[in-house]
């Protein structure tokens, strides 16, 4: 009796080794990384989406009344290389970057309903700005107005 169950083991492991064997080796692939700018992807673009990002969390945030949170380096808006540099080194620019690093900073400590307020000032500064200086992305932020908090 003995001799069969060791039989049966041995059989299955030698079906189970074969088996795994004969499958297909799947390897994930990176998806291909396709350029958002038609100019390049500089390291202001770059930020920018992460800028984006970080709202969109913001204003979850928000919505489920947690405390916000700012993961970002927002000052590097001033010193990013930009797509096009005359525009990043413009004294409007620089202008609006600034009043951005200000709401942005506001968040700090702030309760409930400061942060709804600020959130909103923080996106109004975005439509600002690209408006002004850069208005394709206009589209995309009008997407972090708020709906309701």
Do not use: W
């Amino acid at each position: 009796m003995r001799k069969t169950t060791y039989s049966i083991i041995l059989i299955l492991l030698l079906v189970i080794t074969a088996a795994s064997c004969n499958q297909e080796n799947t390897v994930q692939e990176e998806p291909v990384k396709i350029s958002l700018n038609p100019n390049g992807d500089s390291e202001l673009a770059l930020l920018m989406r992460s800028m984006y990002d970080e709202a969109d969390r913001i204003k979850k945030q928000i919505a489920n009344k947690e405390p916000v949170t700012i993961s970002l380096d927002h000052e590097k808006i001033l010193s990013a290389h930009a797509t096009e540099p005359k525009k990043a080194a413009s004294p409007e620019f620089k202008t609006f970057a600034k009043a951005y690093i200000e709401t942005v900073n506001k968040f700090e400590g702030a309760n409930h309903e400061e942060s709804i307020v600020i959130y909103e000032s923080l996106i109004k500064n975005c439509l600002d700005c690209h408006k002004s200086v850069c208005p394709g992305p206009i589209v995309k932020i009008n997407k972090l107005k708020k709906k309701s908090f």
